[in-house]
């Protein structure tokens, strides 16, 4: 599914999905070479629900 669903489907904004891709914590199942637009699957909300249980809970927010 295209990022803006995906985003939907976490509840999140398309904005913390790319900075999750640029530091390598949730990167797309896939990327289209042509137009760049990135595809997650409906199995990534759990790595998505993972990372941010991790990020609220474990990391300081200095």
Do not use: W
Request: proline letters at 2%; aromatic letters at 16%; a positive charge.
């Amino acid at each position: 599914m295209q990022i803006g669903k995906f985003a939907a489907l976490c509840g999140t904004k398309i904005s913390v999905l790319r900075h999750y891709d640029r530091e390598g914590l949730l990167v797309p199942e896939y990327i289209d070479k042509f137009t760049g637009y990135r595809y997650y699957s409906a199995e990534q909300k759990d790595v998505f629900m993972r990372i941010t249980l991790y990020l609220t809970n474990f990391v300081s927010s200095k």
